[in-house]
């Protein structure tokens, strides 16, 4: 089975997806297709010996769609990711602006007439009342001659998309919002025509003094207002793929036959050493093997300082080099580099659809022949039963007035919208915090939560010993007593030796030569600093050396989970260190803040239960499970969710893949390069547990966002059908003009991508 996503051209609104969807899903050989308004791209499951691309596009281009299909991946030697941000990504924007600047023109065009014809609509009924006097016979005829050509410019000009709709459906039987305005507005048309074209014949029969050329001009120039607004404001909605495209660098500076060339950073090949200079971007992942500098990588761990880099250090495609110069020789390139995995990942959860999703999907899919129904239906209620109280030439024109008011106010565009537009920015938004959300389900199940389980190592602490405590015992300094301990650490491969070498360069402490250096099998080492003899290890190797030692103060840090290390001679102990994994800063702050949402936290970890509760207790945990092994902490979740919680599992992405997979959502804590994108729902790039936090304020936002949008485009359908069909004439004599359809309808649409853009504003 064959999975691709195309480009859609053609769509006009949001219920061309399901009738597109549709479409593909009755072709031999589909076996599933998601089609997304928002980011106008289809997602497509196919047998590839049954159907084809060109097959699938061949079905839709009658209905005026069709698929942007180009060389595929094997033909132009690409990977699929590589290809696909090949494809449309970077011209897709200058597409949507060119479509934009169209309906710009076509607007501007549109909106004087408007105006033109509200203006004489507006003096028609203030008529009626007495308010001015009725216009002179020659102004009138005027106006009566020029309405004609004007309405024909709009219908035919502007109104297009609506017409093609209309044609689509009397051919094809597919109905779309396009095919409610491209009724409502030609019959209108059509009326007025004939009252115009037979006026005298039709006089005996009609009131020929009523015609609506006014509303096909007003009512589709506030949809192509309202459709321009829309597009405008989408374009915004989808500027994270963009923001991150424009981290890409677009050249690499490679080293070959010994001589500096710059090459397209898609030529860049495993293996080639790339030379970096100040203020550039690194073009793709790899390993320092020269220089060293400062690098900006803000875009990956949300760190505003730079980061150092040295011989051996990493460095990540998008970054920026802040200050010297190095070359690297690259491990990553093309769709593997860590931007790439983050574009499509984020493209691809954009495109996605929510749960929520299904519910609009499906209101729309049968909206539209349920709304035709009821505009006929209405329009037979006016001429049989209006007819016995208004008479047929009264009963036929507010008949009219319904069918169209019905029809414009109906469009389930808004609907189509709803929830799309908040997915996309809600993603973006995401991607932008170091948040990736690898689809929209994820981030609607996310608002649920009410337990937070956490792995200990690397996601609440840092993941690597650190030197967290002097002991000093002796009349030396802190900074000479360490120096003692490092010169000699720094002969061992332990990584307890690591963290007090590290330190001491940290600190900037200066190291001493050492001689006659030896290890002593699990107990630590000894060696000869300006002639002293000096042992560094375990309370096993002092006791050996049977120099006396007060062993309680240890015992105290030993139960909180660090690590002693001696410092001794052969005559007394001068001090100790205790090295800990210690725990992120943001730690404590980031479960102070999901108590604050309600969420029980629980940490899992395999160490020592005394030191897991110590843990657990300087950062506020509800719950410490200890000596859990990967598969006790899959249990662990089941047994929560088994209590009827809603459990987010936040761990390192590898060791904690079972778990990661059983809870409702998988929070992989991604640290720089290794980050474990396809082990979870969610990745936290950086590994900042605080991050969880703010995706799960984000999944709230959005959510909110969503039934927000779905209230509202409810509400004007709710409202408006009623209103237009004349339900409330007999008791009011309340009509809805269709103008004032048109107009909410359009406005419904704008309302909606305008309050899913509010989403970008919200604090996190």
Request: aromatic fraction near 8%.
């Amino acid at each position: 089975m064959h999975t691709q996503t195309y480009k859609i051209k053609g769509m006009h609104c949001a219920s061309c997806s399901s009738v597109i969807e549709k479409t593909f899903k009755k072709i031999t050989g589909v076996q599933s297709a998601e089609v997304n308004y928002g980011t106008e791209k289809a997602k497509v499951s196919f047998d590839s010996s049954k159907t084809n691309p060109h097959d699938l596009s061949k079905h839709i281009e009658p209905l005026g769609y069709s698929l942007e299909i180009s060389a595929t991946a094997e033909e132009m030697g690409m990977s699929a990711d590589e290809h696909a941000a090949h494809l449309g990504l970077n011209q897709s924007k200058k597409e949507k602006l060119a479509e934009v600047d169209d309906m710009r023109t076509k607007v501007i065009s549109a909106i004087p007439i408007a105006i033109f014809a509200a203006f004489i609509m507006v003096w028609d009924i203030l008529t009626k009342y007495g308010v001015v006097s009725e216009m002179g016979y020659v102004v009138k005829e005027f106006f009566h001659h020029l309405l004609p050509l004007m309405a024909t410019y709009i219908l035919f000009v502007v109104g297009k998309p609506y017409l093609l709709g209309f044609y689509r459906f009397l051919r094809y039987g597919k109905a779309n919002m396009d095919t409610l305005i491209g009724i409502g507005t030609t019959a209108a048309f059509l009326y007025s025509f004939a009252v115009t074209a037979l006026e005298e014949t039709l006089r005996p029969f009609i009131n020929v003094d009523y015609q609506y050329y006014d509303v096909t001009i007003v009512v589709i120039t506030f949809i192509a207002l309202g459709k321009y607004l829309e597009a405008r404001s989408k374009i915004k909605t989808g500027d994270a793929i963009e923001k991150l495209l424009n981290l890409q660098a677009k050249t690499a500076l490679v080293i070959r036959d010994g001589k500096e060339i710059e090459v397209s950073v898609n030529d860049v090949k495993h293996g080639d050493l790339i030379i970096v200079k100040p203020g550039a971007k690194i073009p793709v992942d790899g390993v320092i093997t020269d220089g060293g500098s400062f690098v900006d990588e803000s875009m990956v761990t949300g760190e505003p300082m730079p980061a150092q880099k040295k011989i051996g250090s990493l460095v990540v495609s998008g970054t920026i080099n802040t200050s010297g110069s190095f070359t690297f020789k690259a491990t990553k390139v093309g769709s593997e580099t860590l931007l790439a995995q983050i574009i499509k990942m984020v493209e691809d959860a954009q495109g996605s659809k929510a749960p929520i999703q299904a519910l609009a999907d499906k209101i729309s899919s049968v909206f539209v022949p349920i709304v035709l129904g009821v505009a006929f239906l209405s329009l037979g209620a006016w001429l049989i039963v209006g007819s016995q109280y208004l008479g047929f030439s009264q009963a036929l024109s507010f008949g009219l007035v319904s069918f169209v008011g019905i029809l414009v106010i109906a469009c389930p565009c808004a609907l189509g919208l709803a929830t799309p537009t908040a997915i996309i920015v809600g993603v973006g938004k995401g991607a932008k915090e170091g948040i990736l959300i690898k689809d929209a389900a994820t981030l609607e199940k996310l608002h649920k939560v009410n337990t937070v389980v956490v792995d200990k190592t690397g996601t609440l602490t840092r993941g690597k010993p650190t030197l967290v405590d002097i002991q000093n015992l002796s009349n030396q300094k802190d900074d000479e007593l360490v120096s003692i301990l490092a010169s000699l650490e720094k002969k061992s491969e332990h990584p307890i030796a690591h963290a007090i070498v590290n330190y001491a360069q940290e600190k900037n402490i200066l190291l001493s030569e050492t001689s006659d250096f030896e290890g002593i099998q699990g107990k630590g080492l000894k060696g000869k600093i300006n002639g002293t003899e000096y042992f560094v290890g375990n309370a096993k190797l002092i006791s050996d050396l049977q120099v006396s030692f007060d062993a309680t103060k240890l015992n105290e840090f030993t139960s909180q989970g660090k690590t002693p290390v001696i410092l001794a001679t052969k005559e007394k102990v001068l001090g100790f260190v205790m090295v800990a994994d210690e725990i992120k800063t943001e730690s404590v702050e980031a479960v102070k803040s999901l108590h604050a949402l309600g969420i029980k936290v629980v940490m899992l970890t395999g160490d020592d239960e005394k030191a897991a509760k110590y843990i657990g207790s300087l950062v506020g945990i509800d719950d410490v499970v200890a000596h859990v092994l990967p598969q006790d902490k899959l249990e662990k979740i089941k047994e929560l969710q088994s209590q009827g919680r809603v459990v987010a599992m936040a761990g390192d992405g590898v060791n904690d893949a079972p778990a990661l997979a059983q809870a409702d959502v998988g929070i992989a804590m991604g640290t720089g390069t290794d980050v474990a994108i396809e082990s979870a729902g969610i990745t936290l790039l950086g590994g900042d547990i605080s991050k969880l936090v703010k995706a799960i304020k984000l999944s709230k936002i959005t959510m909110r966002g969503i039934k927000q949008n779905l209230f509202w485009a409810f509400i004007y359908n709710i409202v408006g059908i009623p209103l237009a069909a004349g339900a409330l004439y007999p008791v009011f004599g309340w009509l809805l003009n269709p103008v004032f359809a048109g107009f909410a309808m359009a406005m419904s649409s704008v309302s909606v991508v305008s309050n899913s853009l509010r989403i970008k504003a919200k604090k996190l």
